[in-house]
């Protein structure tokens, strides 16, 4: 690296340093949200074109029941639509990485579970940015799916999407704007 290459790498940590260091800032740009529900719909569709046939899972995955009844999602305190919301993100990671394990069978769907998984990460940091709490709600359960083929799988995380992740983070935006 010599002694140049060195100087120029501390003054770029130099730079770059508060802005690692700075806290997650709440992402309340619907166009992000819109963005990751329009990737999920087109690997989604590209799922749809690879399973003609039949594209079941060699085992069951459980993933959250991402049904929204919306008058009971409104009562429900900010805590617990994050747990919620939380507890659908892991559920699915989970599903995803347990399908992924199941090569070579899942091989033709490999880029796609990919593309799953980095938004997830995304989503992960976006709640972060919203203080969204991780802690689980002692006493209440959480509705989930048995999921046998990989066109639900696709399907529960696009509903996951649009539904209960962007219901939150808009009343998260909500009550942050206030």
């Known amino acids: 690296m010599g002694i140049p290459g060195l100087i120029f790498f501390l003054l770029m940590l130099g730079f770059l340093a508060p802005a690692l260091l700075a806290p997650l800032r709440p ?14 719909r087109k690997a989604e569709r590209e799922i749809v074109k690879l399973c003609e046939t039949s594209c079941n899972l060699p085992e069951r995955v459980t993933v959250l029941d991402t049904r929204v009844n919306f008058p009971e999602w409104r009562s429900m305190n ?3 639509q994050a747990s919620e919301v939380w507890r659908g993100q892991s559920l699915l990671l989970a599903a995803i990485s347990q399908v992924k ?3 070579p069978t899942m091989q033709p769907f490999l880029r796609q579970l990919e593309v799953i998984e980095s938004c997830l990460r ?3 940091e976006i709640l972060r940015g919203h203080r969204a709490q991780a802690a689980p ?3 209440i359960a959480t509705r989930t799916l048995s999921v046998q083929t990989v066109r639900k799988l696709f399907s529960v995380y696009v509903s996951f999407l649009s539904g209960k992740v962007n219901l939150y983070l808009a009343a998260s935006c909500q009550d942050n704007s206030r």
Do not use: E
Not at 27 to 40: E, L, W
């Open 137 to 139: 709600q002692d006493g």
């Open 101 to 103: 394990s199941q090569q």
């Open 122 to 124: 995304s989503i992960k």
């Open 78 to 80: 900010r805590s617990r």
């Open 27 to 40: 992402v309340c740009d619907q166009s992000v949200m819109d963005k990751f529900i329009q990737d999920a």
